[in-house]
């Protein structure tokens, strides 16, 4: 007989039945306290087993817990027990006992409706007992033990009484059990029948593909997501009892007050700070100077592969243009939270010269300024200056020693305060790209804030994973895709530094040039030069412009046409100013800047700008008066290092060139373009390959003091390039690579082999992934525009590439590219663009060259703008705009599509697929549409169904791993009928029955055209098996007929295979 026990959730009292008057009050009592201290081993406690009087017949008496929502089939009146009494113990609550009274004879015992019960039966050879107790909880900790009743079940035979004797006292012995979840078991249907023939190896070693049993089941689990704020988040929660829990809450923790040497020495780095940072490169005012850029929100693609299990791989989304528009974040958001998880380690992405250093410094400068008050501390490390080897250093020492901060009197004071208010901490690695050596970076953190000894890498890991100073904000400056990947996927915020725009470059002009003349003058020269205009949406590169403007030594010298040119007439004037004013560098000296080139190639062969090892204290001083290094200052010694890569690499290409210890080989390998790029070398090595090839072709400078020494002859390398250059072919390189030839090719500033590249160049261009800027965009254009004299013509593929709308106008312009393919929403701006200028002849021209062909959807971006391009293509007029004639005919891209492939998966394949759905009638050239592993469903399918009718020209359909089910496929094949063109169709892998495999059978004779059927490993048997070889027999056309699954006994499908050879199992 069961009987119920009830708990109040108010009150905590325990409701029982008649067998709970077999434990005395003072053994209940001493199980709660066994239980709160932790001890579960005291249940089995001699003096508790001695009082159990368990009934001799065996039945099963039963006592469980009952759930605040659980659900009754019927209820007992509920009665206090005679005698009882209260027990008070000066560490519990109060503990209030009632009597369910005695379930009469044959009537139903009352069952718990409650989601994970463990349920037992009478058994006459296991006395069972279930002792109730209340989730115990220790103030607001998670219950000790769950809230199931507990089993003490007897053995069947106790222990020997010699044995037993030296132990507990001669009796039964019972034993303790924790309910556990019972899951059913998997039924696992034969593949033939009993002595019937065997299925195959290959066809038992068949593994299904991974997926949902139905699509009710489907919708019911919770799938995982990556959360866009912290890549690698995965859902792991448990099920909580409560679902309504509060959020998490965000508010800063009351800080304790900060004694009086922690407000000085606030107020003392404050102060530091803004001395220290007030100067910008070549001596510019920050306040006077600085230009304020623009940050863009960054997203992470994860893409799976064969070690997905393993390692996801991160790469960083490419933006269109118009999505870098919208996105854009000021400075001041840069540490704004929007969510309810605070972010707290930032990555600051930007390629080199963009200008990360004078940022971080304009930051630093609004700390000491008062305008970052959530920040009582600002730390900024520069990775040039650490010391990654040594493991000498405390997280103390790298914050008072290491970073910029002035030295503090009271350190230790200063210290504990820190460790106390972490949230108030912010600190920053500058050049991050300077450790070289990732591997286990993140492997061996830092424990102890105090006292142990660690290396850098240590400290950054320990302050990155929050195992010492929790609570802090880290923020990291580096290029990007560089040497991030092993930090990429666990940042809270991915940071894009933007370059300057049109508007920039104008403001920076006019700040840098006092004179209202002078201003006009430079900005209209820069103008003139495009190319040297497209390179100043660098900051550095506009810098160095504009001082290569300045001390021109007359107003009617041209600009430089080539990077390689405009950094050699810098640096040879940066030498020629330092010797006028300084008069250090005579002809002696100029002797010894080959040294200063090969320290520059060693320290980019080894990811390094550091230039202590020079041993000439002269030649430190040329570089330090010239502008080519930079002295940094730390607590215990000085560092000189190169200023800049575009400086550090042009010397170093110098050395490549003139250098008679490098072979032609060495030259190639190092500057010419590779078909793989060396990872740890990054940007560094693109410019570097530009360099040399601008060096080995190019004029030196006539005026100033020129760093190549023409007495040298270069013409065995000159004939290596050559021939390197020759032998090369595009088609083989990939989009970076082919990118990166383009410029190689535009430095040698020679018609011959823009020639040569014109003519090896592939007929699909293809820069989709490169994030190309305003430079890529002229040197792709310039060299293009030569094709039209070799009567050559190219479709060029623009997708993910960030084009700006203004180098997308340019591209699509020219009479070489016959078609184009670009982010869905640049295209409609750059139509909005051209119709508002009142163009239509290249309006017409850039409607007719967009393609779509082939469509390939791997990310939401690449559909969700595909509606719009509908609705342009039936209303036959731009957004906000009336009709436009270039639009009578439609979009062509559309009407002439033929394959389309969504592969957007499982996690947003079911989002996004209504607007495939939405696109899918206006496409009446499509042949081949592939959706497989989308995860649509009954309900897809259905939608699917209802726009079939609109692909005439259908020949392929691929529905395979989709999780459809009869209900599906009845829909489906109502449509099929309407696709005469089909020829093949794939639904392998899905959820169809006996009555799915019906419904297809009786409209395949009515798809004429059907030549193949893939309907492997679904759920139907035979009886659906031999029905679809019924419908074989009246499929003519027909050439296969795949159908194996688990469902069907080997024995029939050898059988039919033998009936008709078109049936085939894999």
Not at 107 to 122: D, K, Q, V, Y
Not at 169 to 184: A, D, F, H, I, M
Not at 381 to 398: G, R
Not at 571 to 591: P, V, W
């Amino acid at each position: 007989m069961d009987h119920l026990c009830e708990i109040d959730a108010e009150t905590q009292d325990i409701v029982s039945d008649p067998a709970f008057e077999l434990l005395p009050d003072n053994v209940i009592v001493e199980y709660l306290d066994s239980i709160l201290s932790g001890a579960i081993e005291d249940l089995l406690d001699p003096d508790f087993l001695e009082v159990l009087d368990f009934p001799s017949d065996g039945t099963d008496t039963t006592c469980s817990l009952t759930p605040e929502n659980a659900n009754f089939t019927e209820t007992r009146p509920i009665t206090k027990r005679k005698g009882e009494t209260q027990l008070n113990k000066p560490t519990h609550h109060k503990r209030n006992k009632k009597v369910c009274a005695e379930s009469p004879p044959n009537e139903r015992t009352p069952t718990i409706m409650s989601e994970g019960n463990f349920h037992s039966r009478a058994n006459a050879f296991q006395p069972l007992l279930h002792v109730p107790f209340t989730s115990i909880t220790t103030f607001d900790s998670p219950p000790l033990l769950p809230t199931s009743a507990f089993q003490i079940i007897q053995t069947l035979s106790p222990l020997t009484q010699p044995l037993i004797s030296t132990v507990i006292p001669t009796g039964p012995t019972y034993v303790l059990v924790s309910p556990q979840s019972v899951s059913p078991g998997t039924q696992i249907l034969p593949l033939s029948p009993p002595g019937g023939t065997v299925a195959p190896p290959e066809l038992t070693a068949s593994v299904l593909p991974v997926g949902s049993l139905s699509d009710r089941l489907c919708k019911i689990l919770p799938s995982e997501s990556v959360d866009s704020s912290s890549p690698i988040k995965v859902s792991n929660e448990l099920p909580q009892k409560n679902t309504e829990s509060p959020p998490p809450k965000t508010e800063r923790k009351v800080q304790p007050e900060a004694p009086k040497c922690v407000k000085d020495y606030v107020h003392h780095a404050k102060s530091h700070i803004k001395n220290a940072c007030c100067v910008m490169r070549g001596g510019l005012g920050m306040e006077s100077h600085y230009v304020d850029m623009h940050l863009v929100q960054r997203k992470l693609l994860i893409k799976s592969g064969k070690n997905a299990n393993k390692c996801l791989e991160k790469e960083l989304v490419i933006l269109s243009d118009s999505e870098r528009k919208q996105g854009k974040l000021d400075k001041s958001q840069l540490f704004h939270n929007t969510t309810s998880r605070p972010k707290q380690s930032f990555a600051l992405l930007g390629k080199a010269g963009v200008g990360k250093t004078t940022f971080i410094q304009r930051l630093c400068l609004d700390w000491a300024s008062g305008s970052l008050p959530q920040f009582q501390f600002v730390f900024l490390l520069n990775c040039k200056l650490l010391d990654l080897t040594k493991s000498s250093y405390s997280l103390k020492s790298l914050l008072f020693d290491l970073s910029m901060s002035p030295h503090c009197e009271d350190s230790d004071t200063v210290f504990k305060y820190i460790l106390s208010s972490p949230d108030d901490v912010l600190i920053i690695f500058d050049s991050f790209d300077d450790i070289k050596d990732f591997e286990g970076l993140l492997q061996s953190p830092a424990k102890s804030p105090t006292g142990t000894k660690y290396t850098i890498k240590q400290l950054f890991s320990g302050l990155f994973q929050k195992e010492i100073l929790s609570g802090c904000t880290l923020l990291i400056a580096t290029r990007p895709k560089d040497v991030l990947n092993q930090v990429l996927r666990k940042m809270d915020s991915l940071l894009e530094l933007c370059c300057f725009s049109p508007e920039d470059i104008e403001l920076y002009t006019s700040k840098f040039f006092k004179d209202t003349s002078i201003q006009e003058n430079a900005l209209t020269k820069i103008k003139n030069q495009r190319y040297i205009y497209s390179l100043c949406s660098n900051p550095l590169l506009c810098w160095i412009t504009c001082f290569l403007l300045e001390h021109h030594d007359g107003c009617s010298d041209a600009l430089p046409t080539t990077l390689t040119d405009l950094c050699q007439r810098v640096t040879s004037k940066h030498l020629q100013l330092a010797n006028q004013e300084n008069s250090i560098l005579d002809y002696k000296h100029m002797q010894n800047i080959p040294q200063l080139c090969k320290m520059a190639w060693e320290g980019f062969k080894n990811h390094s700008t550091h230039a202590n090892r020079v041993s000439s204290a002269e030649l430190v001083d040329c570089g330090l008066k010239s502008g080519i290094l930079t002295s940094y200052k730390t607590l215990s010694h000085q560092e000189n290092h190169f200023a800049g890569l575009f400086t550090q690499n042009l010397l170093g290409a110098v050395h490549l060139v003139q250098s008679k210890q490098v072979n032609e080989k060495t030259l190639v390998a190092y500057g010419g373009v590779q078909l793989r790029k060396r990872k740890i070398l990054g940007e560094s090595q693109d410019v570097m390959q530009r360099f040399v090839m601008g060096l080995l072709f190019q004029k030196a400078p006539t005026n100033g003091i020129s760093i190549l020494d023409s007495s040298i002859d270069i013409q065995a390398k000159k004939k290596a390039v050559d021939a390197h250059l020759e032998n090369l072919k595009p088609i083989e390189l990939v989009p970076a690579r082919l990118l990166e030839l383009f410029h190689c090719v535009y430095e040698t500033n020679s018609g011959k082999y823009a020639k040569v590249l014109l003519k090896n160049l592939p007929d699909n261009l293809s820069f989709c992934g490169v994030q190309l800027c305003p430079s890529d965009v002229y040197v792709i254009c310039h060299l293009l525009q030569q094709a039209s004299a070799l009567k050559r013509t190219f479709s060029i593929n623009l997708q993910d590439t960030c084009i700006p709308i203004s180098g997308l106008k340019e591209l699509v312009g020219l009479q070489c590219i016959k078609s184009f393919w670009a982010h869905t929403a640049d295209t409609i701006g750059l139509w909005e663009d051209l119709q508002q200028s009142n163009d239509e002849l290249n309006l017409k021209s850039a409607i007719e060259k967009f393609t779509l062909n082939p469509f390939k959807a791997t990310q939401g971006y690449h559909i969700e703008n595909l509606p719009l391009l509908v609705q342009i293509h039936r209303e036959k007029k731009l957004p906000m705009s009336p009709c436009v004639s270039a639009l009578d005919e439609g979009v062509p891209a559309l009407s002439q599509l033929q394959r389309v492939e969504f592969e957007l998966g499982v996690q947003t394949g079911p989002e996004l697929f209504p607007k495939l759905i939405e696109v899918l009638p206006s496409l009446q050239s499509l042949e081949h549409l592939d959706l497989e592993k989308n995860k649509i469903g009954d309900f897809g399918a259905e939608k699917l169904a209802g726009v079939l009718h609109f692909l005439t020209s259908l020949k392929l359909l691929n529905l395979s791993q989709n999780c459809i089910g009869d209900a599906g496929v009845e829909k489906l094949s109502q449509a099929l009928v309407s696709v005469p063109s089909l020829q093949s169709l794939s639904l392998y892998g899905n959820l169809i029955d006996d009555s799915g495999a019906e419904h297809l059978a009786s409209v395949l004779p009515d798809i004429k055209f059907l030549q193949d059927l893939d309907i492997k490993f679904n759920k139907f048997s035979d009886i659906g098996a031999k029905k679809l070889s019924a419908a074989l027999k009246n499929c003519t056309g027909m050439k296969s007929l795949e159908l194996w699954n688990d469902f069907i006994p080997y024995g029939v499908f050898e059988h039919l295979h033998l009936q008709d050879p078109r049936i085939r199992s894999l």
